[in-house]
């Protein structure tokens, strides 16, 4: 779908914060409060935008993750849909470069993780798998920078959050008949539970539609210590994701640009910086899977794509 300038401007405002009201987005992007409702309803409908919540990993007890390169022998697609179709996998890309999927896992713990790497080295199809374990979050557009407070997380609270992972702009009203409570009560809970950071309420939109088409991985190799190196390439506007990680490379990330020539320039800016030791790289072509909900059932009718 095309989207006009307006339309930007309310997915750049959900995606600082998915559970604006309509009245605020209305003042922010000019438009009266029905407009704004409709062109709302639209990006959702389109399934070019989800709103929903993100909870921070810890709170699932999720702890150790890595981004996996993929070898196959075959057809890719068919391999991505089973590696998808994994509960530890929320991310899964069909790539042009060295392998052509990449992936990445999240488990409670690095024995889960270990065991959930040898579950795709199982699959039919996979000949090689190279991981990258990830030992710190850098830049991550979906997670919140710091530890959550140290909440104690009743059943209920786990139920808003649950239904907030499907659909993060569900009425006050229509979530407390969902967990029982009264809409004044859970919207005192709801607020409770992102004002500590437990969970982040954000647009998810398709590159694209942003005229950021071009997303390149990539993967660095150092020479001395990643901290340095890290906090230079994360103040990059177009280094949309880095983590810091052990394997072949000490830092792994993602540059998103408006074309070919930008995920260039930026790559020899990249090769350019002090410390730098060498730089691999990779074309995102097709999103398999982006989901976040990990670790709850998804609502009858929800896919896993996005």
Not at 99 to 115: K, N, S, V
Not at 182 to 196: C, H, K, M, N, V
């Amino acid at each position: 779908m095309d989207l006009d300038q307006t339309d930007l401007s309310v997915v750049r405002e959900l995606q600082e914060d998915g559970r604006l009201t309509y009245e605020t987005l209305a003042q922010r992007v000019g438009l009266s409060r029905p407009a704004t409702r409709a062109r709302v309803q639209r990006l959702l409908a389109s399934g070019a935008v989800r709103v929903v919540a993100i909870v921070h990993p810890a709170v699932r007890g999720l702890t150790a993750s890595a981004h996996l390169s993929i070898d196959v022998e075959g057809a890719a697609a068919p391999v991505a849909r089973a590696v998808a179709a994994l509960p530890q996998a929320p991310f899964v890309t069909l790539t042009a470069g060295q392998r052509p999927i990449m992936a990445e896992l999240r488990t409670a713990g690095f024995g889960a993780l270990d065991q959930a790497i040898e579950s795709v080295r199982s699959l039919p199809g996979v000949t090689f798998v190279d991981p990258l374990l990830s030992t710190g979050q850098v830049k991550d557009p979906y997670l919140l920078p710091d530890e959550p407070d140290a909440l104690d997380l009743d059943a209920t609270d786990h139920r808003v959050l649950a239904e907030l992972e499907h659909d993060g702009r569900l009425p006050f009203a229509e979530l407390a008949e969902r967990v029982g409570l009264s809409p004044g009560a859970t919207r005192s809970r709801t607020l409770r539970l992102l004002d500590a950071g437990v969970a982040k309420v954000v647009a998810l939109v398709r590159p694209e539609l942003l005229g950021l088409g071009h997303l390149c991985g990539f993967a660095v190799r150092l020479d001395g210590p990643a901290a340095p190196v890290a906090r230079r390439l994360a103040r990059w506007e177009r280094v949309s994701f880095l983590s810091t990680c052990i394997g072949r490379a000490q830092l792994v990330g993602t540059i998103t640009a408006e074309s070919l020539g930008a995920v260039l320039e930026t790559q020899e800016r990249m090769r350019g910086v002090a410390g730098v030791r060498g730089v691999e790289s990779w074309l995102h072509m097709e999103l398999v899977k982006e989901r976040y909900d990990m670790g709850t059932p998804h609502a009858p009718g929800t896919s896993d794509d996005t």
